[in-house]
C-alpha cells in the first residue's frame, strides 16, 4: 500500500463545542473553520478527552472529533488534512505529536511534596507517634484515664490536623483541642492577632507554612509531622510508643481496613480495626496482644506471652478476664491465649 495511505489513521468528521444540541448548527458556530481549503493541512490540539470522543481546537475554534482509542492524550498535537464538508467539516487524522515537548514547572508546594515524599521512602513503614511522658503517674493506673489520654496523645499529634480543623468548621470539634496540635501552634508564632478579630480567626484562615520570596514553603520544624501525614495516605496503619505509666513502656500498633461489611445494616458503620500491643507486665512479662474490633464495635482478642508459665496463668483466668472485660461494657466474640510462637 501507497506510504500515505498507510499514515492515514481515520477519517474524522466534526461537530461543534455548542451549549445546544442542534440537528444542524448555525454556519457561525464553525467560522474558525469556514477559510480551510480542501487538501489543506492543520494542526489541532487536544483539549479533553472522553473515551472515543475527544474536543480539539482546530483554527481557534473547539470541536468535537471522534478519535482512535487510546491513541491521543490532553496536550497532543494532532496533524490534520481538511477534506470538505460532508455535511460537516471532515479531516484525516495523519499523525499525532505526543505532548512531551511542552516544559513544565512544578510550583514551590509541590516542590516540597516532592522532597518530602523522598524522605518517606526513607522511613520505617508504619508511621508513629513517640509520647515523651507517661500517660499516667500512678501504678496502675485508672483504665479509663490511660484510655482519655492515649486517645488525647494521637489526637494532639498533628497527623490528623486538616480533619479536625474541617471538624471545628462544621462545628463538631471545639477549636480549643484544635490548638493543641503542632501545626496550630507554629501558625500561632507566625500570625499576631489581626486588628479587630480574635487570635482564633486569624489561626483558621492561615495553613502551617512560613514565606519566602512571596511563596509558600513547609517550616523545618513541621517537615517530619507533614511526612508522615503523607506516609499515613499511604498505609492504613498507625503505631504509638511510649510509657503507659513510669517503666512500663508499651508499642501499639493500630490498622484500619476498609474493606466492605459484610451486611448491608453495616454499610454505615465505621470500618474494621486492628490492634497490636506489645508490653512487659510485672507479672506476666512480655506480652503480644491482638484485638480486632468489627463493624458493629465486637471484639475478638487474642493474647501471646514469651513465657509458657504466663501462658497457663492467663488461660487458667479466662473466664474471669472475660467476665471483666463484658463488665466495662465489651461485646467479646473470642478471647485466645496462644504460646509463644504462634504470632
Not at 500500500?1 to 498507510?6: A, K
Not at 477534506?83 to 505526543?98: C, E, K, S, V, Y
Amino acid at each position: 500500500m501507497h506510504p500515505l495511505v498507510d499514515a492515514i489513521a481515520a477519517i474524522l468528521p466534526v461537530r461543534p463545542v455548542a451549549t445546544g444540541a442542534e440537528r444542524h448548527p448555525p454556519p457561525d458556530l464553525l467560522s474558525g473553520l469556514a477559510a480551510l481549503q480542501v487538501g489543506q493541512s492543520v494542526r489541532g490540539r487536544v483539549l479533553a478527552v472522553s473515551g472515543h470522543a475527544a474536543t480539539v481546537l482546530v483554527n481557534d475554534q473547539p470541536v468535537h472529533m471522534e478519535l482512535p482509542p487510546g491513541r491521543a492524550m490532553v496536550g497532543d498535537s494532532l496533524k490534520l488534512v481538511y477534506t470538505g464538508t460532508h455535511p460537516n467539516p471532515t479531516f484525516l487524522l495523519t499523525g499525532i505529536d505526543p505532548r512531551g515537548q511542552v516544559p513544565t514547572r512544578l510550583s514551590p508546594a509541590a516542590l516540597a511534596i516532592e522532597d518530602l515524599l523522598r524522605d518517606v521512602a526513607k522511613r520505617p513503614a508504619t508511621p508513629a507517634i513517640d509520647t515523651p511522658h507517661p500517660l499516667a503517674e500512678e501504678t496502675p493506673p485508672l483504665p479509663a484515664l490511660v484510655a482519655i489520654r492515649l486517645q488525647t496523645a494521637i489526637a494532639r499529634s498533628g497527623l490528623f490536623y486538616e480533619s479536625h480543623l474541617a471538624g471545628w468548621v462544621r462545628g463538631e470539634r471545639p477549636l480549643a483541642s484544635v490548638r493543641q496540635e503542632p501545626q496550630a501552634q507554629h501558625v500561632a508564632t507566625l500570625l499576631p492577632p489581626l486588628p479587630g478579630y480574635a487570635d482564633d480567626t486569624a489561626l483558621a484562615g492561615k495553613p502551617p507554612v512560613g514565606a519566602a520570596d512571596g511563596e509558600p514553603v513547609l517550616a523545618p520544624e513541621l517537615r517530619p509531622l507533614v511526612a508522615q501525614q503523607l506516609q499515613l495516605l499511604e498505609t492504613p496503619a498507625l503505631a504509638w510508643r511510649g510509657e503507659v505509666w513510669p517503666g512500663q513502656t508499651m508499642e501499639w500498633q493500630i490498622t484500619r481496613h476498609d474493606d466492605a461489611p459484610p451486611h448491608p445494616a453495616d454499610a454505615a458503620a465505621p470500618a474494621r480495626l486492628s490492634t497490636r500491643m506489645r508490653l512487659e507486665l510485672p507479672n506476666l512479662g512480655p506480652v503480644t496482644i491482638f484485638l480486632d474490633m468489627d463493624a458493629r464495635t465486637r471484639f475478638a482478642i487474642r493474647v501471646v506471652p514469651d513465657d509458657a508459665a504466663a501462658a497457663n496463668r492467663l488461660r487458667a483466668g479466662q473466664d474471669d478476664i472475660a467476665g471483666r472485660l463484658a463488665g466495662a461494657g465489651c461485646t467479646l466474640t473470642a478471647l485466645q491465649v496462644d504460646d509463644h510462637g504462634c504470632t
